[in-house]
């Protein structure tokens, strides 16, 4: 299963957020976007601490939902399916 890691900083105004082959690179490129923020905006550095940061492992093609995996068989709501085809076809398949 092929998986990156996602980390994430969230402020009262902003997400900043980054994607990384190891957990460690997906933190350390959000804190490179937070102090990039800082030195753009003039916000205080120390706002944001490492500890701040939530870092997830995400598998390709798996759903989530508040930081829960989603079955990877769950109906696909891409390529133009719609809710209710997805619906009908699962009464069918019962």
Not at 2 to 26: C, L, M, R
Not at 30 to 58: I, K
Not at 67 to 81: I, K, T, V
């Amino acid at each position: 299963m092929t998986a990156v890691w996602y980390a994430e900083i969230d402020t009262p105004h902003f997400t900043f957020f980054a994607a990384g082959a190891s957990k460690n690179q997906a933190h350390q490129a959000v804190m490179n976007a937070w102090h990039f923020h800082c030195e753009q905006t003039g916000a205080d550095p120390l706002y944001v601490s490492p500890d701040d940061v939530q870092v997830h492992r995400l598998v390709l093609g798996q759903g989530y939902r508040d930081e829960s995996a989603q079955p990877l068989g769950a109906p696909a709501m891409a390529d133009g399916m719609n809710t209710a085809r997805v619906k009908r076809e699962a009464r069918q398949t019962r």
